[in-house]
């Protein structure tokens, strides 16, 4: 079992940066695949970042290549997702998750509570 929480979601303006972390609980992160997801009101949920374990492959959704950044720490069993130049479409509800499979897909098997991202403009 996988306990997962973020934290770090907030309010910021348009271009502007946040963190978000996300805490995993349970001494077999590092054999994890993390992902950061998210779902903007009335939207699906959508992939945002995976990370395999050891960080070796990284994927990103082409609407954040290039400003967000995921990394993990296996260390302290937390990923991060940093993310930059931020924009109103950004505005959303992330979720941390983890899976023993690297993919982009939505059935992870573990998922956090979720943080809530609002960027204005």
């Known amino acids: 079992q996988v306990q997962l929480v973020e934290s770090g979601g907030g309010l910021v303006q348009a271009g502007g940066s946040l963190r978000l972390s996300c805490a995993a609980s349970?001494?077999?992160?590092?054999?994890?695949?993390m992902g950061w997801f998210r779902q903007a009101p009335g939207k699906e949920r959508e992939f945002v970042a995976i990370?395999?374990?050891?960080?070796?492959?990284?994927k990103y959704a082409d609407s954040v290549k290039g400003r967000f950044t995921i990394s993990r720490d296996d260390a302290k069993n937390t990923v991060y997702l940093q993310m930059n130049s931020l924009k109103p479409e950004d505005t959303a509800v992330y979720y941390c998750?983890?899976?023993?499979?690297?993919?982009?897909?939505?059935?992870?098997?573990?998922w956090g509570q979720g943080t809530q991202v609002t960027v204005s403009s």
């Open positions: 998750a983890a899976d023993k499979v690297f993919g982009v897909h939505q059935t992870y098997d573990y």
């Open positions: 990370i395999s374990p050891g960080g070796a492959l990284i």
């Open positions: 349970g001494r077999t992160f590092n054999t994890y695949t």
